[in-house]
């Protein structure tokens, strides 16, 4: 056993629809058979078997972390991991009721071929981003509908996946569109300024299930991401007009601000709440985002070769 690899595998067993922990031996399985001895935790928030606390403790004795569970369960993870002195390779089973992250990265959500891909898959270094001293995958925004990952209850998602979200945010959607926030965002490109409802820096071609970027050419490994700005609407007719952009992957309404940096910061006179991959990311008058090219490896499915 001594010659082998080690796995470290954490499972949230409250994620998506709670059928996560059903797939324990199946994941020690192909682990051993990849030449991996397993290490298996559940995740258990409030005790000592945290994602953050379990990563530490294998700080230099793991080659693999894998984390089963929702997008939200991979950040805490990964902002773990990002804390080692020796980071190891990822691998992500997304369990979760939106999963944007997994798609960006062809994990594919049958569960069989994604505990395939987190052994036999192709290590991709992909971009990090952090916003003041907390990391993010894929997306930290402000604004309209930004809660409402972390605002649906889990109870919810369960129940009815990503519908839930849908609901939601129609639940919302008059309390969404009278938010405005004025704001001035400095990036390496120049700066703007403005009254926003909605900003975003992702690094996914989708946001709550929502292809915004699909046309976009979104890299994960460019070592950028990208800017999305969504100025308050004047009235009826430039709200419809923004929603029928964003619904078709279209951002060039004049309205939308859309383009790809390395560095943002966003400062504004009240306080701003963020969310962080789906998480609450805080609040606070300024928020500094930098990108961190190739920060982590990541096993990932067929991602196109011009990503690599």
């Known amino acids: 056993m001594s010659s082998r690899k080690r796995a470290l595998i954490l ?31 559940p995740i258990v928030p409030d005790t000592e078997l945290t994602s953050e606390s379990l990563v530490a403790d294998y700080d230099g ?15 805490h993870v990964m902002n773990a991991v990002m804390r080692l002195k020796v980071r ?12 944007d992250f997994a798609k960006g990265l062809r994990i594919p959500s049958d569960k069989k071929k994604a505990v395939e891909t987190a052994f ?15 990391y993010f995958n894929y997306v930290a925004a402000f604004g309209a509908f930004a809660d409402v990952s972390y605002a649906t209850t889990q109870e919810m998602k369960n129940i009815l996946g990503y519908a839930a979200y849908v ?65 308050a609407p004047k009235n009826i007719l430039e709200l419809n007009a923004i929603v029928t952009a964003l619904t078709r992957g279209i951002t060039d309404d004049p309205n939308i601000s859309f383009r790809q940096i390395e560095y943002a910061r966003f400062s504004s006179e009240e306080d701003v709440a963020w969310a962080l991959d789906g998480e609450f990311g805080g609040e606070g008058t300024l928020a500094e985002i930098r990108v961190h090219k190739h920060a982590l490896r990541i096993m990932s499915g067929a991602v196109k070769e011009e990503n690599v």
Request: net charge negative; glycine share 14%.
């Open 11 to 41: 499972i949230n067993e409250t994620a998506g629809t709670g059928t996560a922990g059903q797939q324990a031996m199946m994941i020690a399985r192909k682990a051993a058979e990849n030449g991996y001895e397993p290490v298996i935790y």
């Open 61 to 75: 004795k793991a080659d693999l972390v894998l984390c089963s569970g929702g997008d939200g369960t991979l950040h």
């Open 88 to 99: 190891p390779c990822l691998a992500y089973l997304p369990a979760g009721s939106a999963n």
């Open 120 to 134: 036999c898959g192709r290590p991709f270094p992909y971009d990090i981003g952090s916003m003041n001293e907390r």
């Open 167 to 231: 609901i939601n945010a129609a639940g919302e959607l008059f309390q969404s569109l009278s938010y405005s926030r004025h704001m001035i965002i400095e990036t390496e490109q120049g700066n703007e300024e403005g009254d926003y409802i909605f900003g975003a820096v992702c690094n996914s071609v989708s946001i709550g299930g929502l292809s915004i970027f699909q046309k976009a050419g979104v890299k994960l490994d460019d070592g950028k991401m990208e800017l999305l700005l969504i100025k």
